[in-house]
């Protein structure tokens, strides 16, 4: 945590995190970086203030080129389908191979170390569900450096599937080196080695919502948001969160991102042993699945998790005397029957009487139900 920031500094780091615009969070940070002074304790926010200020250039850049109708090789993807899925990686660990299995994009597929340059979506299907994945470069560059584009990518993304090869000479080099790349870049990959969200609010003080240990008090909470001038707001922490990380949450800095691990090339002699000692280095909320893309063995656990981790379900809707759509509706994992009927009709939402069920989740096909029944994933709904 930042101790003893100057009031300018501090104030203007405020007008950075209170920033709509891109040209605004530019011109506070640069108006920052000039103001806060160089020492140890600023070493690590002056450190994320560059590397946020370079992105927000790229951003700033790329909205300037769709303004004026022209085109440069792009780094987002449009998302598409219920989920976009992004893959991340050391070189030549076959990201583009699984793309290639899995969907109709079209990829560089290649032995050459570095020979994917531009982020290559394609669309999967898993039971109804369209899924978008994408080829990225690969994570560091041919001189070691952190891609920051692909950390972009991997912070717009819905999911993040980190792809090392099992060929390797050290998978848990690769793999520890992939996992610090993004959380080092703001991207938290686990919400067990803590994390902290931040909604500021307009009255009502101060108010902790711990899911897990936090490793600070309400006190020391107060004191570091008082130091922000933030005198009201709504303070989420999971797991053993410390106060680095409602600073980076206060700044919006750090991200989650569900995110999973595909050991590639099982197909090899000896690759589930590496396998098992790389993943050692995993928290609990990081699953692992071992695939070939050489073979197409364990592919299908790769698409698998992934819908797993977007935390939707599937519905099928129907109208009374017809058969239900061929096509789900997918909705977070949470929805009640009234989210579901004001995602098709805010109209159909309030005048909605009760939904009828046939499922999992019912005893009975057909059975009534209120607004806040929750259905489970796969089931029939038709509302009245």
């Known amino acids: 945590m930042v101790t003893n920031l100057p009031a300018e500094a501090a104030a203007k780091l405020n007008k950075y995190s209170e920033a709509r615009t891109t040209e605004e969070k530019i011109r506070a940070l640069e108006e920052f970086l000039s103001a806060v002074p160089k020492h140890k304790g600023t070493e690590k926010l002056r450190l994320w203030a560059t590397r946020r200020l370079a992105e927000l250039r790229e951003e700033l850049e790329r909205e300037k080129v ?44 290649s032995p050459i170390p570095y020979s994917t340059r531009v982020p290559a979506p394609g669309m999967a299907t898993y039971l109804d569900v369209k899924l978008q994945l994408v080829d990225t470069p690969p994570l560091l560059t041919p001189n070691g450096e952190v891609n920051s584009r692909v950390v972009a990518l991997a912070r717009n993304a819905d999911v993040v599937g980190v792809v090392v090869g099992l060929d390797s000479d050290d998978v848990a080099r690769d793999l520890g080196s992939a996992l610090r790349a993004l ?37 020391e909470l107060r004191e570091l948001l008082n ?11 999971y797991g053993p969160a ?10 919006s800095a750090r991200v989650y991102k569900p995110t999973f691990v595909v050991f590639n090339k099982a197909d090899l002699p000896g690759a589930e042993s590496r396998a098992r000692e790389a993943a050692k280095l995993l928290p609990p909320d990081v699953p692992w699945v071992m695939a070939s ?8 656990g790769i698409l698998a998790t992934s819908f797993r981790l977007l935390n939707v379900k599937r519905v099928y809707t ?13 909705v977070k994992a949470d929805a009640t029957i009234r989210d579901i009927a004001e995602k098709i009709s805010p109209e159909l939402a309030k005048s909605m009487r009760h939904a009828r069920v046939w499922g999992k989740g019912v005893r009975y096909g057909g059975q009534r139900v209120g607004p806040d029944y929750i259905p489970q994933d796969g089931d029939i709904v038709e509302i009245r």
Request: net charge positive; no cysteine; proline share 8%.
């Open 293 to 300: 893309a050489a073979t197409g063995v364990g592919l299908e």
């Open 66 to 109: 769709k303004r004026s109708g022209g085109s440069r090789p792009g780094i987002f993807v449009e998302k598409e389908g219920a989920g976009q899925i992004v893959l991340v990686g050391p070189p030549n660990s076959g990201k583009s191979s699984i793309v290639a299995r899995l969907t109709n994009a079209k990829v560089v597929v």
């Open 183 to 219: 959380d080092e870049r703001g991207v938290a990959y686990s919400l067990q080695k803590g994390f902290a969200r931040l909604e500021r609010r307009r009255e009502g003080g101060v108010t902790l919502v711990p899911h897990g240990t936090p490793r600070f008090s309400e006190a």
């Open 242 to 251: 410390t106060l680095d990380d409602v600073e980076a949450a206060i700044l």
């Open 318 to 330: 129907k109208k009374p005397n017809a058969p239900p759509s061929p096509e789900p509706l997918v």
């Open 227 to 237: 130091s922000y001038r933030i005198y009201h707001a709504l303070v989420e922490t």
